[in-house]
């Protein structure tokens, strides 16, 4: 790999280069940063000093004066400390830059040009000075575009100022670590397998890493497009659907220099808090902040606030465990989530000024001010302004009735709110509780129903749920949406950008959730039908997930790849799903996949812990112990816990994916381990077609070992 020695030492001389640019810039970024520091430091000084008046007397209003004085002192400190902070970023940028500055070249001719020129490619771009030619350039340039998506021979790229083509002669990438070029190698391949299959080849770490080295042209087609308001992508486990997610996050920020989006504007979707810390260190490593990152369930929290709602994983667990409500849990979601029932909501929204509203007329002194009926007439305007809102402003209009546009007193004011509190304010569960307590008026909103005793069945079972004040997570989603329907909400009007994550887990509702939040944004949209939770899917969610956001411009993108399992156990997995789908490996071998049968409980433990430590004994560095729910990983962590150190991951786990840990299958979801160990793999754990879709998802958690184990009977689906 790069022996050519005229080339190694050309090759060695310009690193150096580089990295003696980079040092230099280093070096001043340091000296700016401390003296921007000591501004800060004076010019808080200064604001003690100047601030004549007592920081007490401020808020009266003879101080008004003293008060614009103090914003005015204020400001300059504030500009000071977000040049401070844009220093200290460099600096982090520049660091990291002379440890590996670039991980490919390419030798590319502009059209109207004689000579090739050599762009380098890297995390993040430099250039000799300030105003001087770019020495490296960011991976997200639109130059940088041809490396990923051309071999050598006419290539072109998309700028801002329109398409330039040219002619490709060298690809080019480099392995540097800590300042040292290890090697380098020509390709005219897509990205080249060697390198990639080297790269896979290495242990996991406890964070997902960046890939720009690695990303394959279809992959860059989705991370660079500026063309849809909806992008879907469709992509098979282990195809880099969450990396592609994070690289566009990091993309959208680099394009967001023409288009003002900043890290604040985009918002990541994460099915759990595992998961995010899971990602945590992806942006960053590519020289951005975080994004806002949010689980659905910061949403239902958010909205109704202070009320105890079941959490997600709770109903999972009753899901797909072997709970007696199972089947009720499973039918009463999908009904409670599915397009039937928002039209019902919907119908219901428009009822209620009509029929669920308590309006009373309204007496002061004796007499009548307002009376009922004028009240209703005053709500069925304006229906552009939600509900909730045009209640609130009732309030107002009552009171103006009463006392005109003078003060009135005080107490009569809030004797008057108080007795008209029961029509102006909602509650919204006992809103929603109408619903599943006037069964007459629940029927007709549901017109012709041809499952009457399912429906019965869920009716009684969320009445009694809505009676004992138990919130399940169906109806907290309802819920939200009345909410957002009768109040809106302005929480996420800064949002330009969603990206949501294991897309086949969520329902329409709350789609329809996301349309109301983020009305402001564009969305990219990842999943995979084959590794659904709890519920069957297909890829006709995609086209019902574009009616219900209703965007412009929309595509669904499918990828195909694998990159993550070796052939042996991605062999092993596709037994769990149907094949109308070609799922293309990334020829990597490694070892055979094993099914481990135990005699009793004590010989399945010892079979479990030598499987452990043979996968230490290899160096892996994570190795995860799959059970089919967070109940069976408590009692494996109970039996095992002593014989090994091991964390168990629950859904309030805040610990890292490090070392050896128990994790139930649906929490594993998005994240990869050197090793999986699926420790509950008998006939009662896994019998139906749903569990197919759970050993799916657990086989392809594994990079590089994969293995099975039970007690007594292995699952059928296994056998």
């Known amino acids: 790999m790069g022996n050519n020695q005229p080339e190694r030492e050309y090759e060695e001389k310009r690193l150096k280069q580089t990295i003696s640019f980079a040092k230099e810039q280093l070096k001043q970024a340091e000296e700016s940063a401390e003296k921007k520091k000591s501004e800060i430091v004076e010019a808080k000084k200064e604001v003690r000093e100047n601030t004549t008046h007592s920081i007490t007397n401020l808020y009266s209003s003879d101080d008004f004066e003293a008060l614009i004085e103090l914003s005015q002192s204020i400001n300059p400190v504030t500009d000071k400390i977000v040049d401070y902070e844009e220093e200290k970023h460099k600096i982090l940028l520049l660091e990291n830059m002379i440890k590996s500055p670039y991980f490919a070249r390419i030798d590319f001719k502009f059209d109207d040009e004689d000579a090739f020129e050599q762009i380098y490619i890297g995390r993040s771009s430099l250039r000799k000075n300030s105003y001087e030619e770019m020495y490296v350039y960011d991976w997200r340039s639109p130059i940088a575009s041809i490396f990923y998506r051309f071999m050598k021979g006419e290539a072109f790229y998309d700028a801002p100022c ?44 406890a964070k997902m890493k960046a890939i720009v080295e690695t990303i394959q042209q279809d992959q860059d087609v989705i991370i660079r497009d500026m063309e849809n308001d909806l992008l879907m992508v469709q992509g098979v486990a282990g195809s880099g659907k969450t990396s592609i997610a994070l690289h566009r996050a990091a993309y959208l920020m680099y394009q967001g220099l023409q288009t003002k989006l900043s890290a604040n504007n985009i918002m990541i979707l994460s099915p759990n808090t595992i998961f995010e810390q899971y990602i945590s260190q992806v942006l960053p490593e590519l020289g951005e902040n975080n994004v806002v990152s949010l689980v659905f369930e910061d949403i239902l929290h958010t909205i109704l606030e202070g009320r105890k709602i079941q ?6 667990e009753h899901l797909i465990g072997d709970s007696p409500y199972k089947e009720i849990i499973r039918k009463s979601m999908e009904f409670k ?16 000024p009509y029929q669920w509203i308590p309006f009373d007329d309204v007496y002061y002194e004796g007499k009548c001010v307002v009376g009922k009926e004028a009240l209703k007439e005053k709500i069925l ?9 045009r209640l609130e402003q009732l309030e107002d209009y009552i009171l103006e009735e009463i006392f005109g546009t003078g003060q009135g007193q005080h107490e009569e004011k809030i004797l008057v709110k108080q007795k008209i509190q029961k029509f102006i304010k909602i509650d919204i569960i006992a809103l929603y509780q109408i619903l599943f307590h006037e069964e007459a008026y ?13 429906i019965k069945k869920i009716w009684n079972y969320t009445r009694e749920n809505l009676e004992f004040r138990r919130l399940s997570y169906d109806d907290a989603i309802a819920i939200t949406y009345l909410y957002l329907k009768i109040y809106g909400t302005n929480q996420y009007k800064n949002i330009k950008q969603v990206v949501i994550d294991e897309a086949q887990d969520y329902y329409p509702l709350q789609y329809e959730i996301f349309r109301l939040l983020f009305s402001n944004a564009k969305f990219t949209i990842l999943g995979d039908m084959k590794q659904t939770l709890g519920k069957r899917e297909d890829i006709t969610l995609y086209e019902q997930i574009q009616k219900i956001l209703n965007k412009k411009k929309s595509s669904l993108i499918l990828l195909e790849k694998s990159f993550r399992c070796t052939n042996e156990i ?30 009793d409980s004590k010989s399945l433990i010892e079979h ?9 004994e290899k160096g892996f560095q994570s190795i995860g112990l799959i059970c089919k729910t967070e109940h069976n990983s408590i009692q494996l962590f109970q039996k095992i816990k002593d014989k090994l150190d091991i964390a168990l991951i629950t859904h309030r786990s805040t610990s890292d994916l490090r070392g050896v840990f128990i994790i139930p299958v649906y929490m594993s979801k998005g994240l990869e381990f050197d090793a999986v160990l699926i420790c509950d793999a008998d006939s009662q754990n896994y019998q139906d077609e749903d569990d197919k879709n759970l050993l799916y998802v657990a086989c392809t958690r594994a990079l590089h070992r994969l293995s099975a184990f039970c007690e007594k009977e292995i699952s059928p689906l296994i056998s």
Do not use: W
């Not at 990438?173 to 290495?202: A, H, M, P």
């Not at 305007?381 to 809102?389: D, V, Y």
């Open 162 to 205: 329109g398409r330039i083509a040219g002619e490709l002669s060298l690809k080019r990438q480099y392995e540097i670590k800590n300042s040292i070029l290890e090697y380098f190698f020509d390709t005219d391949i897509e990205i080249v397998d060697e390198f990639l299959r080297q790269l896979l080849s290495q242990n996991t770490t």
């Open 311 to 316: 959490s997600k994983n709770n109903f999972l």
């Open 337 to 352: 989530t599915s397009k039937r029932f928002v039209h019902m909501l919907d119908q219901f929204l428009s009822d209620i």
């Open 381 to 389: 305007g304006r229906k552009e302004t939600p509900l909730g809102i």
């Open 442 to 454: 629940f029927y007709s909103l549901l017109q012709n129903d041809t499952e009457s005793e399912t």
């Open 570 to 599: 991605l062999n092993f997995s596709l037994k769990f799903i149907e094949h109308n789908t070609e799922i293309k490996s990334f020829n990597r071998k490694g070892d055979n996949t094993q099914v481990l049968v135990a005699d």
């Open 608 to 616: 479990i812990v030598n499987e452990v430590k043979l996968c230490q």
